[in-house]
């Protein structure tokens, strides 16, 4: 695909909250806070960083991308069709009987999913045995995977950390949203995870820490993870869970609920005016 500048980029992934909202609405059920704040990571991937065609979405020599965090499927799902993977007309089909999009991604049921995800804590090491298979097969695809900062409470993610870095799968980069929420509160609450980039660091990762809101920041570090060689690369992304919407943001109660009508008009009227900096905005 064609590669958006960064000012087209921040408009794509703002058009990309507002259908959230829409979707969420329509469907009475889902999580907000996340795909809100995993928005501009995922316009960067599918509008920038990827090496994928929508028109042939299984194409062998594809980037892999692998959701761990299942949950924070409606930011894949209007971010793929954005890109033409399936028609926009389908996202009002959300978490509906027999949908193709479920309230977690089922790898069978849309094109170029790569995993069914739902069980926290197993995506890295779906990523990480994929990339190991691409290495012996001589594959130059990259291979990508998003993970929840919450997710990490899990053992089997550390065990996957450590199998990454053991076999120093430089072909694998991995994105941790970290909004520093999950369901039941604050992640320092619940289970403290810092400090996270030293525990990665000694499992033999190359860490990066970027804003997970600044695009150039998001290209830059992928294209930083390409030029390192000896290792895997996490990059952490530092996020506001519900970004664009001021009464979702760093709210952990909008972990896993959809908006109102009433919540969903404010919401829509914050992200067509950009939080009122836009005056007589309307669709």
Not at 68 to 93: D, E
Not at 235 to 244: D, E, L, M, R
Request: hydrophobic share 35%; proline share 5%.
């Amino acid at each position: 695909m064609e590669k958006l500048s960064f000012e087209e980029l921040d408009k794509k992934a703002n058009d990309i909250r507002k259908d959230i909202i829409k979707m969420l609405l329509l469907a009475g059920s889902g999580h907000s806070a996340g795909p809100l704040g995993m928005a501009d990571v995922f316009t960067a991937l599918y509008f920038n960083i990827l090496n994928h065609n929508p028109g042939e979405p299984m194409w062998e020599d594809r980037d892999r991308l692998f959701l761990s965090c299942g949950h924070i499927a409606p930011v894949r799902y209007v971010t793929m069709a954005h890109a033409g993977y399936f028609p926009k007309t389908w996202l009002k089909k959300l978490r509906k009987l027999g949908s193709p999009l479920q309230g977690h991604p089922e790898r069978k049921r849309l094109p170029a999913l790569e995993t069914t995800s739902g069980p926290l804590g197993s995506g890295l090491a779906q990523a990480a045995g994929y990339a190991l298979a691409a290495r012996m097969d001589n594959k130059r695809f990259r291979v990508f995977c998003i993970n929840s900062d919450g997710e990490h409470d899990a053992g089997n993610h550390w065990e996957a950390a450590m199998f990454a870095g053991k076999n120093r799968l430089s072909n694998l980069t991995t994105f941790v949203d970290r909004n520093n929420i999950q369901i039941d509160g604050h992640t320092e609450d619940i289970m403290p995870l810092e400090p996270l980039a030293a525990k990665y660091e000694a499992f033999n990762w190359h860490v990066l820490h970027i804003d997970g809101h600044n695009m150039e920041e998001i290209v830059d570090s992928v294209n930083h993870a390409r030029a390192v060689y000896e290792k895997p690369t996490v990059i952490i992304c530092h996020t506001i869970p519900g970004k664009g919407v001021s009464f979702m943001e760093n709210m952990y109660e909008w972990h896993g609920k959809p908006p109102n009508e009433e919540e969903a008009k404010k919401a829509l009227h914050e992200l067509r005016t950009l939080g009122g900096k836009i005056k007589g905005e309307h669709e």
